[in-house]
């Protein structure tokens, strides 16, 4: 391959990687602005898992050496899901989402540094105290509040471990897409089995009323860590995974204007800070 033609799939890669952002950020607008956030997920999940069976048969099955890190991958997931419900119900999309997102490719990256090689450039570090003074800026501002904060974090630091084993994951599978299916299978199963146990009176009133926004929410979940997983079989993970986060501009942007949440100067200049540290990050070398 010349290398125009590695630059230009480079390029295409990384615009991937923004639509996985914009993505996630609608998705996450609708589990927000949904009334029953676990209902809502376990809709997601199963269209998650519909679209995983689908797929299965035509794919071949994970390489052997890469189920461990799938495992793991769903481990995770099942983790940030619980999270995520939690700190939705306690604190604004505009607090939560940037600081939730916007700390994992801050820890993706020292992660791959450390774990496999793949060295933090002058640019990168001062992009980790960017985002750090982004996150302090949004954390201690009036209007956030401290349950929410301590979620947020914790959600961040979970979107860190999965992304870091998805990658490590789709790069030893063999093919992208069966990485996927038998992740969205797994987290699926696993998802919706549980809602089904604890809430099961309620799913049928559920799915009449919202089914339609819950399976939307689950085809832009899929689609948007279909295209991450695209991109970091061959791209460094620090860099994409900060790309992808991106999603925290789009995802407070929908909080203010859709979800009528307030954004001040300090969120705003919080934003900011974030979304210059992670541009940073993901400059190229």
């Known amino acids: 391959m010349g290398s125009q033609n590695g630059l230009m799939s480079a390029a295409s890669l990384y615009g991937l990687v923004l639509f996985s952002a914009i993505a996630h950020a609608a998705w996450n607008a609708l589990m927000k602005s949904a009334d029953d956030r676990m209902l809502t997920m376990a809709t997601l999940r199963f269209a998650g898992l519909v679209l995983g069976l ?12 890469s189920l461990v890190w799938l495992a793991l991958t769903a481990a995770a997931q099942f983790v940030y899901y619980v999270l995520l419900v939690r700190a939705y119900g306690v604190g604004d999309m505009s607090v939560v989402y940037p600081l939730a997102r916007g700390l994992a490719p801050m820890l993706t990256t020292l992660v791959a540094a450390f774990a496999i090689g793949e060295t933090l ?3 990168q570090v001062v992009a980790v105290g960017l985002i750090s003074l982004g996150i302090m800026v949004l954390s201690l501002g009036a209007g956030a509040r401290w349950q929410a904060v301590r979620l947020a974090i914790a959600t961040g630091a979970v979107v860190a471990t999965y992304s870091f084993f998805a990658g490590l994951g789709v790069r030893q599978a063999g093919a992208v897409l069966s990485f996927q299916a038998c992740l969205e299978i797994v ?6 089995g549980y809602v089904a146990a604890v809430r099961f009176a309620d799913l049928a009133t559920f799915a009449r009323k919202h089914a339609a926004a819950g399976l939307l929410a689950g085809a832009l979940s899929v689609a948007g860590f279909l295209a991450y997983l695209i991109a970091a079989r061959s791209l460094p993970l620090g860099p994409v995974v900060a790309l992808r986060e991106t999603s925290v501009i789009f995802g407070a942007m929908l909080g203010s204007l859709v979800l009528k949440e307030g954004f001040g100067l300090r969120r705003l200049a919080a934003a900011c800070l974030v979304a210059a540290g992670i541009g940073l990050v993901a ?3």
């Open 54 to 65: 689908s797929v299965l048969p035509f794919v071949d099955w994970p390489a052997r050496q």
């Open 121 to 123: 450039t002058a640019s």
């Open 187 to 192: 987290t699926g199963l696993g998802t919706v």
């Open 283 to 285: 400059m190229p070398r």
